[in-house]
């Protein structure tokens, strides 16, 4: 199944925006890197954008082979929270009739390491009735320099609305303080595989079953870290426990739950010492 018809264009889950003064914050800003379909097949992947305070538009780019897709986007970014959230809205040429398009809601987080942003996150993918196709990660980066305007430090907030800071919205995908998760199970046991997706700048995270530690302050790393679970009872908590940010706050790490032949893909992100927790329910 090619990627025109398991992945397109997202779906904006919008922030809500912080009023504020900002002055220097407008202009394009070009992101290269890949999207990776939930089998683990990836596509080169960019965004051209035009940025005005918090808000964005532009087009996105998918390379399939010798065929490009274009699609119009929109949305908006956090400075202070450092996310950039975006929607694939409108197809951009003409496409065949038989062709059924997907639309991805994509929300990602950056950090600044080594002279570039990087960007990381996860899509989902829906059809224009709401129905999803498909979801994934996406991997963007451009230089410090080009990036410029997404240092917080650009931005002025009026003293007066600096209570009214929103956070990110939880999507189905993410796992943070106050958005635990309760996942019915079916087989005898848990795959864990746990590993820093991003920019890997010393984070450590702890994970307890149970009330017993299976990591204690472990550091994340680009290699996955694999953990079996055995599911002796009929409910077994999860805690996930954030230790150090590393150099590029918040505590991240990407996850992967395997119940037999079903994957649950979440995206962690926390304030060190801040927990978590996952349910495992047998059915």
């Given at each position: 199944m090619t990627i025109f018809r398991l992945v397109k264009v997202i779906v904006c889950t919008v922030l809500t925006s912080i009023p504020a003064i900002m002055w220097g914050q407008n202009g394009p800003?070009?992101?290269?890197?890949?999207?990776?379909?939930e089998?683990?097949?990836?596509?080169?992947?960019?965004?051209?954008?035009?940025?005005?305070?918090?808000?964005?538009?532009?087009?996105?780019?998918?390379?399939?082979?010798?065929?490009?897709?274009?699609?119009?986007?929109?949305?908006?970014?956090?400075?202070?929270?450092?996310?950039l959230v975006f929607t694939e809205n409108a197809h951009l040429g003409i496409l065949p009739d038989t062709l059924e398009m997907c639309y991805?809601?994509?929300?990602?987080?950056?950090?600044?390491?080594?002279?570039?942003?990087?960007?990381?996150?996860?899509?989902?993918?829906?059809?224009?009735?709401?129905?999803?196709?498909?979801?994934?990660?996406?991997?963007?980066?451009?230089?410090?320099?080009?990036?410029?305007?997404?240092?917080?430090?650009q931005e002025f907030y009026s003293p007066s609305n600096t209570d009214t800071v929103s956070k990110l919205p939880i999507n189905e995908n993410e796992l943070t303080e106050g958005a635990d998760k309760k996942l019915e199970w079916l087989s005898q046991e848990c795959v864990l595989?746990?590993?820093?997706?991003?920019?890997?700048?010393?984070?450590?995270?702890?994970?307890?079953?149970?009330?017993?530690?299976?990591?204690?302050?472990f550091p994340l790393k680009g290699e996955k870290k694999k953990l079996v679970i055995p599911l002796t009872e009929k409910q077994t908590t999860l805690t996930f426990v954030a230790g150090s940010e590393g150099s590029?706050?918040?505590?991240?790490?990407?996850?992967?739950?395997?119940?037999?032949?079903?994957?649950?893909?979440?995206?962690y992100y926390n304030k060190k010492g801040k927990t978590a927790n996952i349910v495992i329910l047998k059915k």
């Open positions: 800003l070009a992101l290269s890197g890949m999207i990776i379909l089998d683990g097949t990836e596509y080169k992947y960019n965004l051209n954008l035009e940025i005005s305070g918090d808000k964005l538009k532009g087009i996105s780019n998918t390379f399939q082979g010798k065929d490009l897709m274009k699609m119009k986007l929109n949305g908006k970014l956090n400075r202070k929270n450092q996310t991805i809601t994509a929300a990602m987080r950056w950090k600044l390491k080594k002279g570039k942003y990087i960007l990381n996150g996860n899509y989902v993918a829906r059809k224009k009735n709401g129905a999803i196709c498909g979801n994934g990660e996406i991997t963007l980066q451009t230089s410090e320099q080009k990036g410029a305007m997404l240092n917080s430090k595989e746990i590993w820093d997706a991003g920019v890997i700048d010393g984070d450590e995270l702890t994970v307890i079953v149970n009330g017993k530690a299976l990591l204690n302050n590029s706050p918040p505590n991240t790490a990407q996850m992967i739950l395997t119940d037999g032949g079903k994957h649950h893909k979440i995206m």
